[in-house]
């Protein structure tokens, strides 16, 4: 029981714990004499240097009776003997303890000049230490401790922060003590106190705030345009407004600064913890501070079941930026003793510090699974690496100085001790960092969300009153009573902001989360050079790294701007290279750390600089990532890969330069997230189109299997969304009011969008790579060209027939579904069909023509559905392009150009064409004659479905043989480049 439970007693109520009078009396008169005996025994202190020095430098002195020194001395500390003997006692007393020796340090800490030595406070704990028992020295410590923690904790407010200031000054004194603070450091702190609270700024309530901040500008601070659509305000009024704004300025600086001071102050006191020149039986302190820090990590880090007591998210970000300054300080001061070990700015974790067993993760995965697999794996390649050999009898043996050449040309060499305790407290900011620490950025961020939803429903609001005619005067009455009630909850959450813009998102803030990704991202760059050992790497250091990218860009921006990060322009290129190396690296076993990659590459196109980075990169990784992206789909995460793809291509395909649907009324305060393809501007990459184009061209094996997927997955994806919305229109026609689960809904809008990206993607391939389909000298395009066109007739009869499925859900209005509508889709079918008919011509155009012409599921009457009526009205509900803006006048010449060259092609193939036989068509597709015959069992099938049988794989439809070859009906073989031997 501590004096907390009866400081603040209530009127009429006994508090929890009786006040201890009697002890407490004694302890203050002790204490008086204590007060007058401590400078006595520091002017004595003071006379013994004085003469020491004296006889170093061998200066003259009067002589004097070294007995009565001696003696004079002795009686002092006789005297502090006799004080002792009555207050050991009494030190063991939490109550007393608090009451009585805390406030006596407190008087005499100078906690104005913290900085200077606090001569009185070490002379107190110097006779603590001489003068009382282990079991009364242990117990008053502990009781010493948590008496300061509590009275930092739970002080009352004052403006200038005179409390906090005061404790904290008083703790760095006790610890700056160095018996006093190796004790608290390994009987203590983590363990009986918490030190990490010590490094938190409790933050005012909102009463405390209006006073440090009377007025809030909010609308000018948050760059917020905010202010009242009326514009009757005078030149007067402005004045007085930027006068108010100057006025919260200069608060808002004072706060910051008064913060800033506490800050250093929780500095200095991590900076007494980590010293390394007190060793003791082989430890320093800064070895049993990263003892106690590892633990502390492993009770916060989840992996426990039993999670006690766990640290509160304010509390460890706070403590993970005084761990960053620290760090920085003595990682600075270190350099300079040690030529080996690089500057603060280019700090990064050696990869032998991974591989090492010493180094516990607490179950936290690395880049390549457990810990004990990559051991079996990759043993030998470690020792290589190091330059050792295991031999038969279990020595180790150093290898010679040739063999050692020979090895790093395989392993880059081996750079920064991996022993220093520096290292240690690095791998524990980034692990502090990932538990904790990013997950409270992302907690202020809903905040400013909040603050910006109100600033938004209050100009909505104005806007209303502004409409609302005089003689409603109830209605008028109710907007200006919200008003008020938005004014109110807007004042109180700014000042939360300033508070938040100052404590977390400040710019000494960014600066440590922009050194730490750039830490991690350097020790990910320099891991990936040893090949295989790279799986050493924890599998945190890789989410940290595209989580501080999160944290800068969508967290403290805009309230401290993304923009300030300092040297963003070599950071940024360090992080869009960490993204194109590992978003597709088979070095990472976890699907859902490649899901978090990609994600982070997603969105890191989504934003016209950080997509320029991209295409300013080497154009061997800009190749690279290409090449992943295009990858055949099948088992990996397609979906998100697709999506870049989308981006790189959204602003140059057919009616596709909008930000929002068309059909949407746009969220004034819309995220900006990888889910959210259609709400971002269009920003097309012309740079990476054509490299697209290029490795399409080039690479034909590549460039085939990933039409091939790509194909695959459209027509998965619309089949599977044709399917749901079929269930949707039973249920409607059966069940009044209609109930879907959500679930449902929401996987029919997820393949609907799927599907209109996948085919955004092909009209990218059409347009800067025809050739893939119109070139028949190339293997596969003529498939292609006839597996297209029936896409993209199968699609235009599904979204246009009347009376159809589509038609039906689009006139339903449910809600998740709001994007399903006629618009994305057609478009891009459109664009295709324009693109290979209508803008190719020659025997392109022809190819292209007569495959959509053969197609049976193709009707001239869809494309006519595009165009609607002649005369648009607003009566007129049916769909047409011609009610878009999107569409521009180019492209509606496009489609009636398409439609009337289809009809008159059409009209021409059916005067040409021939009958076939019902027993000479494939019994497959039952659309083209026979072509084919398998060899060795026999069967026959058109030339279309069988060369797309061979690109998954060389079986029989019918008898499920193996295909050694295909004969055309003459004997002749054909589609050789099948059974070509693969090159090795």
């Not at 910006?452 to 609001?461: G, R």
């Not at 509508?821 to 069909?833: E, S």
Request: hydrophobic share 40%; aromatic share 10%.
């Amino acid at each position: 029981m501590t004096l907390t439970s009866c400081k603040y007693p209530i009127e009429g109520y006994k508090p929890l714990q009786s006040p201890r009078l009697v002890e407490v009396a004694q302890a203050e008169v002790l204490f008086t004499y204590l007060h007058n005996l401590l400078p006595k025994l520091i002017e004595e202190d003071q006379r013994q240097l004085e003469k020491q020095s004296a006889k170093c430098s061998k200066s003259l002195l009067p002589m004097t009776n070294w007995q009565d020194q001696r003696s004079h001395h002795a009686t002092l500390a006789l005297v502090a003997s006799h004080i002792f003997h009555r207050l050991a006692p009494l030190l063991r007393i939490p109550y007393v303890i608090e009451m009585c020796l805390v406030k006596f340090m407190l008087g005499l800490c100078d906690y104005v000049h913290w900085q200077e030595e606090q001569v009185q406070v070490h002379k107190l704990l110097d006779l603590i230490w001489m003068m009382l028992q282990d079991m009364e020295l242990r117990d008053c410590m502990e009781q010493l401790a948590i008496s300061l923690l509590n009275g930092y904790r739970f002080h009352s407010f004052h403006p200038e922060f005179k409390y906090p200031k005061q404790y904290l000054a008083l703790t760095l004194a006790v610890l700056r003590h160095a018996r006093t603070c190796r004790h608290l450091l390994t009987f203590v702190f983590f363990e009986k106190v918490k030190f990490p609270v010590f490094m938190h700024i409790k933050p005012p309530d909102d009463n405390n705030l209006t006073k440090l901040l009377p007025v809030v500008c909010w609308d000018q601070y948050f760059q917020i345009d905010a202010r009242s659509t009326e514009d009757d305000n005078n030149e007067s009024e402005d004045e007085v407004s930027k006068q108010s704004y100057q006025n919260f300025l200069e608060a808002s600086k004072k706060l910051g600064q008064k913060v800033e001071e506490l800050e250093s102050m929780q500095v200095e006191l991590l900076k007494c913890l980590l010293v390394t020149n007190d060793p003791v039986d082989g430890k320093t302190s800064r070895d049993i501070f990263l003892e106690k820090l590892k633990l502390f990590l492993k009770e916060n880090s989840g992996i426990i079941r039993l999670q006690i007591a766990q640290c509160a998210l304010p509390v460890s970000l706070c403590f993970f930026h005084r761990l960053v300054q620290a760090l920085k300080f003595y990682w600075n001061n270190f350099c300079l003793e040690d030529s080996n070990f690089y500057p603060c700015t280019e700090a990064f974790m050696p990869i032998q510090c991974f591989w090492n067993d010493s180094r516990d993760y607490y179950e936290l995965q690395r880049c390549g699974g457990l810990m004990s697999h990559l051991n079996r794996q990759l043993g030998t390649e470690v020792n290589r690496a190091q330059g050792i050999e295991l031999q038969e009898d279990g020595r180790v043996v150093k290898k010679l100085t040739k063999e050692v050449v020979k090895q790093t040309e395989e392993y880059p060499k081996l750079e920064m001790p991996s022993g220093n305790s520096l290292l240690d407290l690095l791998d524990c900011v980034v692990l502090l960092y990932h538990i904790a620490a990013h997950k409270q950025l992302g907690k202020m961020c809903a905040l400013r969300e909040s603050m910006q939803d109100y600033i938004l429903n209050m100009k909505d609001t104005k806007m209303k009153l502004k409409k609302c005619p005089g003689d409603f005067v109830e209605v008028r009455q109710h907007l200006e009573n919200a008003i008020k009630v938005f004014e109110e909850k807007i004042q109180e959450q700014a000042r939360q902001m300033v508070w938040v813009a100052v404590v977390i998102y400040s710019p000494s803030k960014q600066n440590d989360i922009a050194w730490l990704m750039h830490v991690v991202l350097k020790t990910v760059e320099k891991a990936s050079e040893y090949h295989r050992l790279f799986q050493y790497v924890p599998e945190f250091y890789i989410e940290t790294g595209v989580n501080t990218f999160n944290a800068l860009r969508n967290y403290l921006h805009p309230t401290t701007p993304f923009q300030d990060v300092p040297d963003l322009q070599h950071l940024l290129p360090l992080y869009a290279t960490f993204l194109v190396d590992h978003f597709a690296d088979s070095r990472l076993v976890s699907n859902d750390l490649k899901d978090m990659l990609v994600q982070a590459l997603a969105c890191f196109t989504c934003y016209p600089n950080t997509l320029k980075v991209l295409e300013e990169l080497p154009m061997d990784k800009r190749i690279s990532m290409l090449q992943s992206l295009i990858a055949p789909y099948e088992n990996r995460s397609w979906a998100h890969t697709n999506w870049i793809l989308v981006r790189i291509w959204k602003g140059c395909g057919f009616g596709y330069r909008y930000q929002y649907l068309p059909n949407l009324i746009p969220h004034k305060a819309q995220p900006t997230e990888f889910s959210y393809v259609s709400l971002q501007k269009p920003c097309p990459s012309q740079e990476f189109q054509s490299l697209l184009a290029k490795i399409l061209l080039d690479d034909i094996s590549r460039s085939t299997k990933f039409l091939d997927s790509l194909m695959n997955q459209l027509n998965w994806s619309f089949s599977e969304f044709v399917g749901i919305i079929q269930e949707i229109q039973s249920l409607a026609s059966k069940t009044e009011p209609l109930l879907l689960e959500s679930r449902q809904v929401k996987i029919c809008a997820a393949c609907f969008e799927i599907s209109v990206c996948l085919l955004r993607v092909l009209e990218m391939v059409a347009t800067v790579a025809p050739q893939m389909f119109t070139d028949w000298s190339r293997p596969s395009a003529e498939l292609f060209l006839k597996r297209l066109m029936q896409l993209l007739s199968q699609i235009m009869a599904r979204v246009t027939m009347k009376d159809g499925a589509f038609e039906h859900i689009v006139t339903i209005p449910i809600q998740g579904l709001d994007g399903v509508t006629h618009y994305p889709i057609l478009t891009v079918t459109v664009g295709i069909m324009a693109q290979l008919i209508v803008r190719c011509g020659g025997s392109s155009q022809e190819k292209a023509t007569r495959s959509l012409l053969l197609d049976s599921g193709f009707s001239l009457d869809s494309l006519r559905f595009l165009l609607g009526n002649d005369k648009i009205s607003k009566q007129d509900k049916s769909f047409s392009f011609r009610k878009y803006e999107e569409v521009s006048v180019e492209e509606l010449e496009d489609v009636e150009k398409l439609l009337s060259y289809l009809t008159h092609q059409q009209i021409a193939l059916t005067a040409s064409q021939v009958t076939v036989p019902d027993d000479d068509l494939c019994t497959i597709c039952y659309a083209n004659p026979q072509q084919a015959v398998f060899v060795p069992c026999g069967h026959k099938s058109c030339r279309t479905c069988i060369t797309q049988q061979l690109l998954g794989k060389k079986e029989c439809f019918f008898c499920i043989a193996t295909i050694s070859k295909v004969n055309d009906t003459k004997g002749r073989q054909i589609l050789r480049e099948h059974f070509q031997p693969s090159k090795s």
